[in-house]
C-alpha cells in the first residue's frame, strides 16, 4: 500500500508560482510512476504532468507547458510540481498519483494510476 500526502496549495495571484509537493511511503518509491492531475468545479478530472520512475522522462498537458515542471527526489520519497505564471484557469484541487504498473514508464490516464492523494487546493484570483 502506497500514501500520498499532498502539500503546498493556495491561494495566488495571477502571473504567481508554486510548488506542490507529494510525499510518499509504504513502497519503494522508486518503483514507482508519478502522476499530477487536477479537477476544477463542475470539471472532470484533468491530467497535468507525469513522470517516470528514474525522472529521465516527463509529459505535460499542452495547456501548463512551458509553465510548469515536473520533478522527483527519489531520496526523499517527493515528487514536486512546480508552477509559474498561474492563470485562473489553472484554479483546482491537485491530486498526486502513483503508478506501479511495470511496463508502463509513466500514463496520462488517470485509471492507470493505483494510489491518490487526498488533494490540495490551488486558487489563482485575477
Known amino acids: 500500500q502506497v500514501q500520498l500526502v499532498e502539500s503546498g496549495g493556495g491561494l495566488v495571484q495571477a502571473g504567481g508560482s508554486l510548488r506542490l509537493s507529494c510525499a510518499a511511503s509504504?513502497?519503494?518509491?522508486?518503483?514507482?510512476?508519478m502522476g499530477w492531475f487536477r479537477q476544477a468545479p463542475g470539471k472532470e478530472r484533468e491530467f497535468v504532468a507525469a513522470?517516470?520512475?528514474?525522472?529521465?522522462?516527463?509529459s505535460y498537458v499542452d495547456s501548463v507547458k512551458g509553465r510548469s515542471t515536473i520533478s522527483r527526489d527519489n531520496v526523499k520519497n517527493t515528487v514536486y510540481l512546480q508552477m509559474n505564471s498561474l492563470k485562473p484557469e489553472d484554479t483546482a484541487v491537485y491530486y498526486c498519483?502513483?503508478?506501479?504498473?511495470?511496463?508502463?514508464?509513466?500514463?496520462?490516464?488517470?485509471?492507470?494510476?493505483?494510489?491518490w492523494g487526498q488533494g490540495t487546493q490551488v486558487t489563482v484570483s485575477s
Open positions: 509504504g513502497r519503494t518509491f522508486s518503483s514507482l510512476a
Open positions: 498519483a502513483a503508478l506501479s504498473t511495470w511496463g508502463i514508464v509513466f500514463s496520462t490516464k488517470d485509471f492507470e494510476y493505483t494510489y
Open positions: 513522470i517516470s520512475r528514474s525522472g529521465g522522462s516527463t
